[in-house]
């Protein structure tokens, strides 16, 4: 098992940054992919960003390429998603989750999910 945990969502306006963090529990979480979700009302959940165990691969949404920067600290058994530039359709439920496998771009391979924080960029 795996225990995620995210912070650092809240309300920003338009142009602002935020810096999400998911602290990973339990089974060892360096060897998995670790991928950022969101969900806005009323869509499906879409993977954000996603990054690979080993060489840092990562893998960006083309809504938020250039904006959003994922990184991960094995250290610490903590990634990060830092957002810059953010506008109102950023607005959504964002989730961590994490995957053993290796379809780390599809959405339902992921086996661990966190509870999710909430980010509102207001116009």
């Known amino acids: 098992q795996v225990q995620l945990v995210e912070s650092g969502g809240g309300l920003v306006q338009a142009g602002g940054s935020l810096r999400l963090s998911c602290a990973a529990s339990?089974?060892?979480?360096?060897?998995?992919?670790m991928g950022w979700f969101r969900q806005a009302p009323g869509k499906e959940r879409e993977i954000v960003t996603a990054?690979?165990?080993?060489?840092?691969?990562?893998y960006y949404a083309d809504s938020v390429k250039g904006r959003f920067t994922i990184s991960r600290d094995n250290a610490k058994n903590t990634v990060y998603l830092q957002m810059n530039s953010l506008k109102p359709e950023d607005t959504a439920v964002y989730y961590c989750a994490a995957e053993y496998g290796t379809r780390w771009l599809e959405v339902d391979a992921y086996d661990y999910w966190g509870q999710g924080t909430q980010v509102t960029v207001s116009s």
């Open positions: 339990g089974r060892t979480s360096s060897w998995c992919t």
């Open positions: 990054i690979r165990p080993i060489g840092d691969i990562t």
